[in-house]
């Protein structure tokens, strides 16, 4: 099946700082969604992005289908934005089932 | 927009017995629901898909006698995790989409079992 990778794994950052996710995927994708699980478990759905650019406040996703990858940036990090960010991608097929990444643990610290 | 919410958010349960979580989407009709686990510090495992008013697909290796699904309306669907043991306890959580790809998930429902 579809392999989802996610770089990094872990990620410290102080408030106010800049960084970029990384979500690699092994085949074409019709779907491809990035999500912030808050500590509570809840997943907040962040961008739905098969292709393109999108900007929402201070994040920004952008993905290259053709050469499967996709970034996720958060520009001025919170200490909100703390939690794990998963990639998702959909094989192509119909079925809209969503492979999971491993995630990027973030903690940002005052 | 796109809401949908679990019940109950944490539930402990003796060993033997069954639970019932209900998946509901509140402010749109799901055609296609997911259930989703998830262990400690590890990503989401999709346990099965479930379309209203037929049988639930299961992914392989998820026992379909242990954990029923049923999918009785557009906007509701259940896990009964039956004669629960305590290798069940786990973060379960259902997704809902509308058919246009993006799916949204419920809040989450913390299982223990004792």
């Known amino acids: 099946g579809i392999q989802v990778e996610q770089s990094p794994p872990d990620l410290i950052l102080q408030e106010g700082a800049n960084s970029t996710l990384r979500c690699n995927f092994s085949d074409s994708v019709n779907n491809l969604q990035w999500f912030h699980q808050n500590p509570w478990g809840q997943l907040i759905n962040l961008f739905y992005i098969p292709s393109g650019t999108k900007q929402n406040g201070r994040l920004s996703a952008t993905t290259v289908a053709t050469e499967r990858y996709s970034l996720l940036y958060i520009s001025s990090s919170q200490t909100t934005d703390s939690g794990v960010y998963f990639c998702?991608?959909?094989?192509?097929?119909?079925?809209?089932?969503?492979?999971f990444g491993k995630g990027t643990k973030l903690t940002v610290n005052p | 927009g796109a809401v949908v919410s679990q019940h109950p958010s944490r539930v402990i349960c003796k060993s033997g017995t069954s639970v019932k979580i209900e998946c509901r989407s509140l402010d749109f009709q799901a055609t296609t629901m997911f259930w989703y686990r998830q262990f400690p510090k590890q990503s989401l495992m999709l346990m099965a898909t479930s379309n209203e008013g037929s049988k639930a697909t299961y992914e392989q290796g998820v026992e379909k006698d242990k954990f029923l699904i049923n999918h009785a309306s557009l906007t509701l669907s259940t896990l009964t995790v039956t004669s629960a043991h305590p290798e069940d306890s786990s973060f379960y959580i259902c997704?809902?989409?509308?058919?246009?790809?993006?799916?949204?998930f419920g809040p989450g429902t913390r299982l223990t079992v004792t």
């Open positions: 997704s809902a989409s509308s058919g246009t790809y993006e799916q949204y």
């Open positions: 998702a991608v959909e094989h192509p097929g119909g079925s809209e089932k969503l492979v």
